[in-house]
């Protein structure tokens, strides 16, 4: 395998862990797969997004939302997507919980 370095961009990651509301991991998959065909909350300028179901007895998710630093838009588009994604799935996600951090990539392949 090749590695492919970024000299010329640095990628971040958000990386989102959020409790899903009890009993409504059904309810969240379904409305996930309705955003999705309906190419919703695409977050722009990431370039690779991903929602993870964690496998333990408290329901919780991750959510990784990829950007080159290029193409990331400004914090206020960024947080305005945010919004957008939150109200829409308010009734499945206890925002509460949420645990949000950001990382820097080193390389990629």
């Given amino acids: 395998m090749v590695a492919h370095f970024s000299w010329g961009s640095t990628v971040l990651g958000t990386d989102i862990q959020v409790q899903v509301f009890p009993g409504q991991q059904e309810r969240l998959v379904e409305k996930l797969k309705a955003i999705y065909k309906g190419q919703r909350h ?13 496998n333990t007895t408290r329901a919780s998710v991750n959510i990784w939302l990829i950007w080159k630093d290029t193409e990331m838009p400004d914090e206020a588009v960024r947080e305005q997507a945010f919004a957008a994604f939150k109200a829409e ?21």
């Fill in 89 to 109: 799935l308010a009734d499945v996600l206890d925002w509460e919980t949420a645990h949000i951090s950001t990382k820097e990539g080193i390389i990629y392949t």
């Fill in 42 to 54: 695409t977050f722009p300028g990431t370039i690779e997004r991903y929602i993870f179901k964690e």
